[in-house]
T-cell receptor
Framework: KNEVEQSPQNLTAQEGEFITINCSYS?????LHWLQQHPGGGIVSLFMLSSGKKKHGRLIATINIQEKHSSLHITASHPRDSAVYICAVRSGSGGSNYKLTFGKGTLLTVNP | KAGVTQTPRYLIKTRGQQVTLSCSPI?????VSWYQQTPGQGLQFLFE???????NKGNFPGRFSGRQFSNSRSEMNVSTLELGDSALYLC???????????FGPGTRLTVL
C-alpha cells in the first residue's frame, strides 16, 4: 500500500461544478502539500498546510490530522483548472529521517 | 522577479555517460530542492539544499549527487547513466526550508 493515496485517479467535470479531490496518508506528517501540474510539466505549489483549512480564490484545502486525510476543493470549476493535482506529505525531522512522499496524482478535466 | 530557471531544458545522453543539470533559484531564495518525475514512479524527492548544505536526501543511489553554491544556484549530477534515469528533473526554490516552493520548468533527460 502506498503511503499516500489519492482519489479519484481521473475526474471529468462540467464547467461550474464543485470538485473534490481526496488524499489519505498512513504516516505521521509535519506538513501536506497540494501541487498543480499542467500539460507540459509546469508545477505550481497551491497549498502547504499542517492543520485546518486554507483558501485561495476558488481553491480550498482542508486537512484532518487525526483521520490522516486531506481534501482539495475547487468551486465553480473552469476548463483552465484542467490539470493533474498532486498531494505530497512531509514526514521526519530532517537529515536522513526526512521524507517527502508524493501521491500518484488526480487528472482533472473540466469540459466547457 | 524572474522565476526558477533550469538548464538545459532537454538533454539526450547514452548509457554510462554522466550529466550535470543546473538550477537558478528565484532571487533571495536560499533553499533548493530537486525532484525526479517518471511515468511509472511519479514524483520522487532527490535532495534539498540550504545555504550550501544538503539538508535532506531522498532514497536514490549514490550516482545521484548535488551541490549548492554561495549564490544559491544548484547543480545535480548523475553518473553512469542508466536507461531508467530517463525522466523530467525538476528544481524548486523557496526562501527557506519548509516554505512554499516555486518550481522550475524542468529538464527532460533521455538516456539511450
Amino acid at each position: 500500500k502506498n503511503e499516500v493515496e489519492q482519489s479519484p485517479q481521473n475526474l471529468t467535470a462540467q464547467e461550474g461544478e464543485f470538485i473534490t479531490i481526496n488524499c489519505s496518508y498512513s504516516v505521521g506528517i509535519s506538513a501536506l502539500h497540494w501541487l498543480q501540474q499542467h500539460p507540459g510539466g509546469g508545477i505550481v505549489s497551491l497549498f502547504m498546510l499542517s492543520s485546518g483549512k486554507k483558501k485561495h480564490g476558488r481553491l480550498i484545502a482542508t486537512i484532518n490530522i487525526q483521520e490522516k486525510h486531506s481534501s482539495l476543493h475547487i468551486t465553480a470549476s473552469h476548463p483552465r483548472d484542467s490539470a493533474v493535482y498532486i498531494c505530497a506529505v512531509r514526514s521526519g525531522s530532517g537529515g536522513s529521517n526526512y521524507k517527502l512522499t508524493f501521491g500518484k496524482g488526480t487528472l482533472l478535466t473540466v469540459n466547457p | 522577479k524572474a522565476g526558477v530557471t533550469q538548464t538545459p531544458r532537454y538533454l539526450i545522453k547514452t548509457r554510462g555517460q554522466q550529466v550535470t543539470l543546473s538550477c537558478s533559484p528565484i532571487s533571495g531564495h536560499r533553499s533548493v530542492s530537486w525532484y525526479q518525475q517518471t511515468p511509472g514512479q511519479g514524483l520522487q524527492f532527490l535532495f534539498e539544499y540550504f545555504s550550501e548544505t544538503q539538508r535532506n536526501k531522498g532514497n536514490f543511489p549514490g550516482r545521484f549527487s548535488g551541490r549548492q553554491f554561495s549564490n544559491s544556484r544548484s547543480e545535480m549530477n548523475v553518473s553512469t547513466l542508466e536507461l531508467g534515469d530517463s525522466a523530467l528533473y525538476l528544481c524548486a526554490s523557496s526562501l527557506a526550508v519548509r516554505d512554499t516552493q516555486y518550481f522550475g520548468p524542468g529538464t527532460r533527460l533521455t538516456v539511450l
